[in-house]
């Protein structure tokens, strides 16, 4: 068999059993909120501290 090539046998049903209550629920941590920074730094402060950072560990 070449690649990109099955045996459409092998394709039949693709049932699964799962256990729905064993299974993760995504959503329990969910939290509802706003988010706030405090600073007084504009964005090319803190671009200019970012590649000063960057150069001293080099």
């Given at each position: 068999?070449?690649?990109?090539?099955?045996?459409?046998?092998?394709?039949?049903?693709?049932?699964?059993?799962?256990?729905?209550?064993?299974?993760?629920?995504?959503?329990?941590?969910?939290?509802?909120?706003?988010?706030?920074?405090?600073?007084?730094?504009?964005?090319?402060?803190?671009?200019?501290?970012?590649?000063?950072?960057k150069n001293d560990?080099e």
């Amino acid at each position: 068999m070449g690649f990109g090539s099955y045996d459409e046998s092998e394709q039949g049903s693709q049932d699964v059993d799962t256990d729905e209550d064993g299974a993760v629920n995504v959503h329990e941590h969910d939290h509802d909120g706003d988010v706030s920074v405090e600073g007084d730094a504009d964005t090319d402060e803190l671009v200019d501290r970012l590649g000063a950072m960057k150069n001293d560990d080099e």
